[in-house]
């Protein structure tokens, strides 16, 4: 209070308060990558998401499961400011993407994200998708850049397609090749929009691989996905959402043997089956 | 057969006339070479307006498309070159014809342009931001690129139709192509000039006409 009283008295505006509740948030190993806090959206006058409240540690990988229309695309959309929350609060690593004045690009870098139309830039190759945003966003030297992005899409099992543009590439490489744009920037936080919906199936799995490789390295992540098998095996906590609020969160043990609530059993038989 | 041979090719005359007219062409290529460029970079920015997110961007440029789509480039031209004076505003004959093919231009360029940013899906624009680019980083390396590329054959179309729109210029006495020809036949009481112009024309467009051909099939293919 007393730095606001000195504020005021050389004229700075009232927006201070904010700021330093951005910065007393000490960064400890356990504060969570993602803090969600009563994050509510509204589309006109519908609620698609009614208070969501989670938090995901680092190293984490959450399940967001949950039928059509539940929300979970959206609230994964909110963690990225892709869509604008109406209300509640959003922190990454400690700082708040709601603030008035978190330079809202900055923050992107940090958190990776991909989507179910892989969405890759079609007039580039595969290494020009990766070196855009090192370019661009991290200011890299090209030398540099282009080592950078093609360390990246060796990770993902794609060194040999580096040169070859997206219409040239499989759809589970192309979606390889998003992972790789996003990694590339070395973001705390990934977030995954269906990553796998638009595959054929017998695609589907180097995608799901590349993900594992991802959890064994250490990634933070945040999954909307149908993938349960993969879900069931993979993730250490899986959320179920319905109705635009979280109905039930657990380890996918929990989720899948034993759901408490009606509406959990009622959609794991429609899917299961 | 003499006597059309002796109207309408005499060489002898187009010989003569040949030096007045290639000045005339030169005036042609200098209009050109401001309206065309410059009135493509206003159209984008006229395109960008159109589909931004701001709503007063996109209500403001409405009138200005409509308006320059709609009146005919013959009546701005005497307008400006013509009416403005009134309003103490004299413009020169060069002045007169750049600005109103450039106000005609960027608005036609501006709805082709439109049309190509808005074949580019959200998604590229998504998956460009949450990497961290800014919204003129996004239009300049993701969007705008792809966009010109999917209305390539529209926009060099419309450069041709610029090209021939010059010769309007004739009518407030800007010695470009057609004014330098039609002044030839007066003097020499012979359509030979004419010709000649049509023959510089099709010579200047004609490369054009083709690529765009080509381009034409290539997005069909």
Known sequence: ?273 | MDQLLDQFFNLSIMQQVFPLLVKGLWMTLKVCAIVIPVGAFAGLVVALCATSQSRLARILTVPYVDLFRAVPPLVLLIFIHSGLPFAGISLSPFQSVTLAFLLNNSAFYGEIYRAGLESIGAGQREAARSTGLTALQTNIYVVIPQAVRNVLPDLLSNTIEVVKLTSLASVVALPELLYSADMARSITFNASPLVLAAAFYLVLLWPVVRLLSRLERRVAA
Do not use: W
């Open chain 1, 1 to 273: 209070m007393l730095l606001i009283h000195a504020d005021a008295r050389r004229g700075l505006p009232a927006a201070r308060p904010l700021l330093l509740a951005q910065v007393d948030t000490a960064l400890t190993p356990d504060t969570p990558i993602l803090d969600v806090r009563g994050l509510t959206k509204r589309f006109g006058s519908t609620e698609v998401l009614k208070g969501i409240d989670l938090k995901v540690r680092p190293q984490e990988l959450v399940f967001v499961i949950g039928p059509s229309g539940s929300g979970k695309s959206t609230f994964l959309r909110c963690c990225n400011r892709l869509e604008e929350p109406t209300d509640g609060s959003i922190r990454v690593a400690g700082v708040e993407l709601l603030a008035h004045k978190v330079d809202i690009n900055a923050m992107r870098r940090r958190i990776g994200m991909v989507f179910q139309s892989f969405n890759l830039y079609p007039h580039m190759t595969a290494r020009g998708n990766v070196m855009l945003a090192l370019r661009k966003v991290l200011k890299m030297p090209k030398e540099q850049a282009r080592a950078e992005a093609d360390a990246a899409l060796d990770r993902v099992g794609l060194a040999d397609r580096a040169g070859h543009h997206p219409s040239a590439l499989s759809g589970g490489q192309q979606q390889r090749v998003a992972i790789a744009r996003a990694l590339a920037l070395k973001p705390e936080l990934m977030l995954f929009d269906e990553p796998t919906s638009a595959l054929d199936p017998e695609l589907v799995g180097s995608v799901l691989g590349g993900m594992r490789d991802l959890k064994a390295d250490g990634m933070t992540m945040l999954v909307v996905s149908h993938e349960m098998r993969f879900a069931q095996e993979a993730a250490d906590r899986v959320v179920f959402m319905d109705g635009g609020v979280i109905v039930e969160e657990g380890p996918p043990s929990a989720i899948f043997g034993a759901p408490k609530h009606e509406r959990t059993r009622a959609f794991l038989s429609r899917v299961l089956n």
